[in-house]
């Protein structure tokens, strides 16, 4: 996980389980950090394998744009990275999203 700097901290993706072994996991609740819970989660209340990696893709997204999970906007207010991103995307114009900081660019 980033902190407000965006200094790395160590982070567990997991989340909280009650564990029988004759049954199986189960979630308890839906808990989380807004802006990296996997959207299927939030809608189902399952946690899944995949859901860990959609985590840590938008720890990713937030190395490559420079910017939080979720962006604090105007007009829109509370914007997730994700979605953000994936507008640039459909836009053609992903090279936006990029952090000024990153050596190189694109």
């Known amino acids: 996980m980033l902190d407000s700097n965006f200094n790395t901290k160590l982070g567990d993706f997991g989340l909280a389980r009650l564990m029988d072994h004759e049954k199986g996991s189960e979630t308890t609740v839906v808990a989380g950090t807004s802006g990296y819970l996997a959207p299927e989660y939030m809608d189902t209340g399952k946690a899944r394998k995949e859901s860990d990696i959609f985590s840590f893709g938008i720890v990713l997204l937030e190395i490559a744009c420079g910017k939080k999970a979720i962006l604090h906007q105007e007009?829109?207010?509370?914007?997730?990275?994700?979605?953000?991103?994936?507008e640039l995307y459909g836009l053609r114009n992903l090279t936006v999203a990029v952090d000024p900081k990153l050596c190189g660019g694109i």
Do not use: K
Not at 75 to 86: A, C, D, I, S, T
């Open 75 to 86: 007009l829109e207010g509370e914007v997730p990275l994700v979605e953000w991103v994936w």
